[in-house]
């Protein structure tokens, strides 16, 4: 059973930055790798980035690019996401996720956070 607890959410100014941070217990960190999702009210959750088991392999939804940065420290057993340039469409409830098996769809996600409230005004 793998636990994970989000934090560093809160409430910024159009073009500030956050950083997130994921916690996890349980489990072989390493063995998983980590995604970021998001769910505005009334939405969907929409990817948001993945990093790979050793933080090799990033990857990153267009909307995010060139603004978001995705990170993990295995010895920490954390993941974070850094976000520059924050617009007021990134509002949205953040989440995390550990997944360790593929399917065509992409990445099965077997462990989730509660997640973390991210709000950004004009």
């Known amino acids: 059973q793998v636990q994970l607890v989000e934090s560093g959410g809160g409430l910024v100014q159009a073009g500030g930055s956050l950083r997130l941070s994921c916690a996890a217990s349980g489990g072989t960190f390493s063995n998983y790798a980590m995604g970021w999702f998001r769910q505005a009210p009334g939405k969907e959750r929409e990817f948001v980035s993945r990093?790979?088991?050793?933080?090799?392999?990033?990857n990153y939804a267009d909307s995010v690019k060139g603004r978001f940065t995705i990170s993990r420290d295995n010895a920490k057993n954390s993941v974070y996401l850094e976000m520059n340039s924050l617009k007021p469409e990134d509002t949205a409830v953040y989440y995390c996720a550990a997944g360790s098996r593929w399917a065509l769809s992409g990445l099965e996600y077997d462990y989730w956070g509660q997640g973390t409230q991210v709000t950004v005004s004009s």
């Open positions: 990093i790979s088991y050793r933080g090799g392999v990033r």
